[in-house]
């Protein structure tokens, strides 16, 4: 049984450039999310996928910030021109709709703007 | 605006004695609620859920109580263990999660 996973697990870059991070959810999950997570607080929900279809956009989803599920399986979230506000812990998570509404999570990947 | 809260930042408790978590929420549109327990850059691990239609559910050691009209949600574990040390979340939602703050549980022996 594969959970969630997610690549990187860290990445160090500089402010001004661009990061990609990727997602592979849970195979027969076609639900798949995408929250950040800051020092002290819970996660915070950037945007969800049902299959291909991106159905939801947070505000906290800044235009410098793009998802795509191109073939309704793995995800990537990337973020163009990082600020060091962009510091925090990527989360991935994916559920499947039908019957049930428990998400299940990735180990994250550690964004460090310097 | 914080549609969900848990107020108490730390919880500490005994091995074998009861751990209760609480968790406030402000939207009566929440269809469903979860606990989520945390390790250090690790994440979420799904503990336990409860349906808006119902006001407990029970798997093992944990036991989540919903009081819809006091808006208020709680997670109980018994008997507390060493390792259940952790940062538990409660979440809320329809589609999305909206999750509190966090409290960190430390059971000591």
């Known amino acids: 049984d594969t959970g969630v996973s997610q690549d990187p697990r860290h990445k160090i870059t500089k402010r001004g450039q661009n990061v990609t991070f990727r997602c592979d959810p849970i195979s027969e999950h076609n639900r798949l999310y995408w929250y950040r997570q800051t020092l002290g607080q819970g996660p915070e929900f950037l945007t969800y996928f049902q299959n291909e279809a991106q159905l939801e956009k947070s505000r906290l989803l800044s235009d410098r910030f793009s998802a795509e599920r191109p073939k309704g399986s793995f995800s990537t979230l990337e973020i163009q021109r990082t600020e060091q506000g962009d510091s925090a812990m990527y989360l991935c998570?994916?559920?499947?709709?039908?019957?049930?509404?428990?998400?299940?999570f990735g180990p994250g990947t550690r964004l460090t703007v310097t | 605006d914080q549609q969900v809260k848990q107020n108490s930042p730390s919880l500490s408790v005994q091995e074998g004695r009861i751990s209760i978590l609480n968790c406030d929420y402000t939207n009566s549109m929440f269809d469903y609620f979860l606990w989520y327990k945390k390790y250090p850059a690790e994440g979420p691990t799904f503990l336990i859920s409860i349906s808006s239609i119902k006001d407990k559910n029970e798997d093992g050691r944990f036991t989540v109580f919903l009081n819809k009209s006091a808006k208020h949600l709680s997670l109980h574990i018994v008997p507390s263990q060493p390792g259940d040390s952790a940062v538990y979340f409660c979440?809320?939602?329809?589609?999305?999660?909206?999750f509190g703050t966090g409290t960190r549980l430390q059971v000591f022996p």
């Open positions: 979440a809320a939602g329809t589609d999305k999660l909206i």
């Open positions: 998570a994916s559920s499947s709709r039908l019957g049930s509404y428990e998400q299940y």
